[in-house]
């Protein structure tokens, strides 16, 4: 037996320490003494990452560069105490940085300091929503956004980031507008190109891509940010032309809400916020339950949600932006052997330290240097070969069932993706999603109706299997779908179709429509009784859970239809008999 203050085995710490640590921070439960190495030094090699980027997703912003140290700090404090995931790291990120410039533009106008308490105000609102979201249990919405869109929602949104940052890597203006309006400034303005900017951009672009291909955990981006100071330092290039991000102040922010911003303000914000909150929420739940798997344990959605609101609100009281769960940094940390959150709080430590004592290390990095980090953190979200493997996702026979809408999901991602290039951010995120919807809907209204033919003891799709003879006065046909009010009509003429002259009777095989409504069980009464006044028989085959409960409750006061343990009994074929109008329990 173990006793009090006795070393437990299985973690290696003092029962009572443990008990203690577990109450107060719950991520230590569990909490192993050997993982304290892999755990520091998963911290500093994230720590090396995160420093750089968010200094430049803070410029996606629009916002200062130390806007985004300001707020890693709490995200990362407050994710490992409220999340579920014991690899995620959470900070700023391009994604929610691009969609909060996008929301706080138009609102903010040029007057800087109201852009900055509006972007901080957005990611108290972005935390309150995800707090509210995660205490209702509404981590199932991230279902409503499917991977097709949001990979084309992340390809647009990079490219729109890319070409954001281009103007500083040439050292030209930036223009404003859509991604083609942008483009399309970038293009006429060449001839204005400094070669300087252009020579340091290219030269850290190229050792952040190559050290992060050819030596992965090395901080491709630190070592490019380092460089870049280094250069301009030495040869006074700040004085040539070459833009600088400029002083950085130092120390820690003051904790409390942003100064001018009215109650009135943070109700408009609540509603853009939710898609802030939806976005981030997608894409950090994606990363959390890659590593999850890996690791052989579960992330909870609604803690997901919760801990994500944490971070934001954290972040939205130490003046920072909006943050969501970074893929790139959680790859990094799990590859450097991160076992818990004790990691992100090494990071934590070392961003704090930072403030206090590095910043001005970075005022004479080129912002040439910082365009590059931000592209090379980006570029690889440009996954134009998921968009061809979705293309590839076509048959013949699902071309011949559904037309253009086979390839369902590749339409779904390229709206998403031409949203985000011609109309914004979220605008192009309700775009892919309502595209799906759209396609869903329609795939689903035009289900693919087999006739059937048996071969031995199955029942096989006549048009799949020609060599197969029905009987002619039998018809035997699926549904391969659920039979909703937008296929009931489809489904009730294509029956009546497939019905000849000799045919007398019909039976559906309802095995594949695991769900019914009112509408289609009043459809299949009413196609019972249009059936019988040619002399044509109806009956249904293998009813299962809901339908065979919907389409009993549709038929009060009516003559029921029969109903069928099997297809061979309801055909009237082999040796059962249909002795019962309705399956058992168990047979449903």
Known sequence: MTGRGAVIPETGWPGTTRALLGALFPFLHGYRRKWVRPDVIAGITVWAVLVPEALAYATIAGVPPVVGLYAAVPALVLYALAGSSRQLVVG??????????????????????????????????????G????????????????????????????????????PKLLGIGKHEGDFFEQTWGVLTHLGETEWRPVLIGMLSLLLVLGVKRRLPLVPGSLLAVLAGILVVALFDLDDKGV??????????????????????????????????????????????????????????????????????????????????????????????????????LVVAVLTVLTLLFLTGLFEQLPEATLAAVVIAAVVELVDIAALRRLYRVWTEWLGGIYGTAARADFIAAVAALLGVLFFGTLPGLLVGIGIAMVLLVYRTSQPHIAA????????????????????????????????YFVNAD??????????TEHTRLVVLDAETSPVIDVTAATMLVDLRDTLARRGVGFRIARSIGQFGDELEAAQPGTQRIPVYPTVAAAAGEGSEHPGRDHPSEDER
């Open 452 to 483: 059937l033919a048996p071969r031995g003891p199955l029942w096989l799709d006549v048009a799949r299997h020609p060599d197969l003879t029905p009987r002619p006065d039998l018809l035997v046909v699926r549904v391969e779908s659920g039979l």
């Open 243 to 344: 833009a600088i991000v400029g002083p950085v102040e130092s120390g820690l922010p003051v904790p409390g809400l942003p100064a001018g911003v009215a109650l009135r303000d943070y109700l408009d914000l609540l509603g853009p916020a939710v898609g802030v909150l939806l976005i981030g929420f997608a894409e950090g739940l994606g990363a959390a339950k890659t590593y999850a798997a890996k690791a052989g344990y579960t992330v909870d959605p609604n803690r997901e949600l919760f801990g994500l609101g944490a971070a934001n609100l954290g972040s939205g009281f130490a003046s920072g932006m909006v943050v969501n769960g970074s893929l790139s940094k959680t790859a990094v940390n799990g590859s450097a052997g991160a076992k818990s959150q004790v990691s992100g």
């Open 92 to 129: 700023p990120m391009s994604a929610t940085a691009a969609l909060s410039a996008a929301l706080i533009t138009p609102l903010a106008g040029a007057d800087g300091g109201r852009y900055l308490a509006l972007t901080t105000a957005l990611a108290v609102a972005t935390g309150v929503a």
């Open 131 to 166: 707090l509210l979201a995660g205490l209702l249990r509404l981590g199932f919405v991230a279902s409503f956004i499917s991977e097709p869109v949001l990979k084309g929602f992340i390809v647009g949104l990079a490219l729109v980031i890319i070409i954001g940052q281009v």
């Open 490 to 499: 489809t489904v009730r003429r294509r029956i009546q179709q497939l019905c």
